[in-house]
């Protein structure tokens, strides 16, 4: 393992911060959740910026929590990016070099690599007030790789960037992060970039870790209601009732939208609901097909849904996206793409259109995330 942070805790102005999780050699881990939820704590805790209350963290092997910042071998891209704007580019990729003191003939060949690869050579004797957005991603993301560290710490480099941009510029990192076998931590509320840059995912909430994984361990698992809305992987139906489906493992979730068969993922028996917790069905967006209204009657109970179509979002090609609300649920909207043809009529704006469910896909969750007991 590259990086081991065991038993982690931070506590600052009462909030609390707990960790626990290894991380492989050249691999990309995602920390993922809402602004506050411990982040950016976490990633200034395994840098040496903010003090633990108890754990250990271990870089290749060796304990590095008690070492100063400058000692653990790590780089950091911060929020901000934190350039020095009173040095020019050539200088602000040889600071961490300089302050080595390693000599000059090196510095300077590992300020021409850096910036050939990052193609920000025709960029040196610039200041970074004459430099673009993308730019200066480029220039801080090669002064964190100039000394060559065991780890880097990315806390949201990109959240300043328009949306063209930023789409741009994680691509072009996840390339550079691939190509150069680096062990790396990104930082995002976004689960787009998430999606876009991870090997691995974890996901916070409150200064806890309440979902490990790749995206599709997620989509396929998500373990609670809160996290499938939150990774917007399908839609969530509070349920009302459960009654157990003869002769197989599914479950029959009584919901507003109608009843829906499902895996009872969190239930003893695939049966009971524990007493004052709150369920939802997980329908995935992977587990929904548009119907012919003509064969509504064929399909088995618990199988349809039907919702209403708000807009018509627009027509590519041989598929149209649509704005569809569940009925029976309050502010259950989602965009659905349909392909034209195949016997399926769209109808128009305000009436109804069937939708089938597979329920092999579907699960009944708790809407709140469990946390392991301790």
């Known amino acids: 393992m590259s990086l081991e942070v065991r038993n982690l805790e931070v506590v600052r102005d009462g909030f609390v911060l707990k960790a626990d999780f290894a991380l492989q050699d050249n691999k990309v881990l995602v920390l993922l959740g809402p602004s506050g939820c411990g982040k950016t704590t976490l990633l200034r805790a395994i840098a040496g910026l903010e003090p633990i209350k108890q754990g250990e963290i271990l ?9 100063p910042t400058e000692k653990r071998h790590i780089g950091f891209v911060f929020q901000d990016l934190a350039l020095f704007e009173q040095m020019k580019v050539r200088d602000n990729i040889a600071y961490s070099l300089q302050i080595r003191r390693e000599n000059k003939a090196h510095i300077k060949e590992r300020i021409d690599y850096l910036a050939m690869r990052f193609r920000i050579d025709h960029l040196l004797e610039r200041y970074p007030s004459e430099l673009s957005g993308g730019e200066r991603q480029r220039v801080a993301l090669a002064r964190a790789l100039a000394s060559d560290p065991s780890l880097i710490l990315l806390d949201e480099p990109l959240s300043a960037l328009d949306a ?6 994680r691509r072009f990192m996840r390339v550079q992060l691939t190509q150069g076998y680096l062990t790396a931590i990104h930082v995002t509320h976004d ?3 998430a999606i876009d840059l991870a090997d691995e995912i974890i996901v916070m909430r409150n200064g806890n870790m309440i979902a490990r994984g790749t995206i599709s361990d997620l989509e396929n698992s998500p373990g609670s209601g809160w996290l499938a809305r939150f990774m917007n992987f399908g839609l969530t139906l ?16 009584h919901c507003k939208a109608g009843d829906i068969l499902c895996s009872a993922h969190d239930t003893a028996q695939g049966a009971q609901i524990e007493s004052g917790a709150s369920y939802c069905v997980y329908v995935p967006f992977s587990s929904l097909s548009a119907l012919d209204s003509k064969k509504v009657l064929a399909r088995a109970p618990g199988s349809i849904l039907h919702a209403t179509i708000v ?6 090609s041989s ?25 399926i009529l769209v109808p128009k704006e305000g009436s109804e259109i ?16 469990r946390l392991p007991k301790a």
């Open 311 to 316: 807009r018509r979002i627009g027509t590519i």
């Open 191 to 193: 689960v787009e970039e």
């Open 354 to 369: 069937e939708l089938e469910v597979d329920p092999a896909k579907c699960r009944l969750l708790p809407e709140e995330p």
């Open 164 to 169: 063209p941009l930023r789409r741009e510029m």
């Open 59 to 67: 870089l290749k092997g060796k304990r590095i929590d008690a070492l």
């Open 319 to 343: 598929t149209m996206k649509l704005l569809l609300s569940l009925s029976g649920e309050n502010e259950q909207f989602f965009e659905m793409t349909l392909a034209m043809g195949g016997g």
């Open 238 to 253: 509070h349920v009302d009732a459960v009654s157990r489906k003869k002769g197989a493992n599914l479950v029959m979730a």
